[in-house]
């Protein structure tokens, strides 16, 4: 299981985004307060970062046994809290990081023919740099994606 957590001393809208997310990607949410990134890589092999630019979201970071794999910045519309099950997620769209990474369901030939197939309630729309984020057709947020970068080990 992957676990999601913010930058130390997070504002409202960071906390409730990363609620939001953990929540639509299955993850579990871990309250940071003092954790050290080595307490974190104890908790999980993969957990991501939530970091804030001027009290807003801003920049989403992967970690893989404490270290830094990908980094994703983006811009944040206003995040729509609502109740949601566990079932799995799926990308529609080009996306251009793989979705398995997020643990979505992923753009290989059998999960294209498995999301033609089946009706997914979580969904993920890409459209060019936007993402736009569905629960049963309703829309919880929209992420515009400014960056991507990825590290080499």
Same mark, same amino acid.
């Given at each position: 299981?992957?676990?999601?957590?913010?930058?130390?001393?997070?504002?409202?809208?960071?906390?409730?985004?990363?609620?939001?997310?953990?929540?639509?990607?299955?993850?579990?949410?871990?309250?940071?307060?003092?954790?050290?990134?080595?307490? /974190?890589?104890?908790?999980?092999?993969?957990? *991501?970062?939530?970091?804030?630019?001027?009290?807003?979201?801003?920049?989403?970071?992967?970690?893989?046994?404490?270290?830094?794999? /990908?980094?994703?910045?983006?811009?944040?519309?206003?995040?729509?809290?609502?109740?949601?099950?566990?079932?799995?997620?799926?990308?529609?769209?080009?996306?251009?990081?793989?979705?398995?990474?997020?643990?979505?369901?992923?753009?290989?030939?059998?999960?294209?023919?498995?999301?033609?197939?089946?009706?997914?309630?979580?969904?993920?729309?890409?459209?060019?740099?936007? *993402?736009?984020?569905?629960?049963?057709?309703?829309? /919880?947020?929209?992420?515009?994606?400014?960056?991507?970068?990825?590290?080499?080990?």
């Amino acid at each position: 299981m992957q676990v999601l957590t913010t930058s130390r001393k997070p504002g409202r809208k960071t906390r409730r985004f990363a609620k939001v997310l953990a929540r639509f990607f299955n993850w579990k949410y871990v309250n940071r307060g003092k954790l050290s990134l080595e307490d /974190l890589a104890g908790i999980a092999e993969r957990f *991501w970062i939530i970091s804030e630019v001027k009290g807003n979201p801003a920049i989403l970071n992967l970690y893989e046994r404490g270290e830094k794999t /990908l980094e994703v910045s983006f811009t944040l519309s206003n995040v729509n809290k609502i109740k949601m099950d566990d079932s799995p997620a799926v990308f529609k769209g080009k996306a251009p990081i793989d979705p398995l990474v997020f643990g979505a369901i992923p753009q290989t030939k059998a999960g294209l023919k498995l999301t033609r197939k089946v009706e997914f309630r979580k969904k993920v729309v890409v459209k060019g740099d936007e *993402w736009l984020f569905f629960y049963d057709d309703e829309m /919880l947020f929209k992420l515009r994606i400014l960056k991507i970068s990825r590290s080499s080990r």
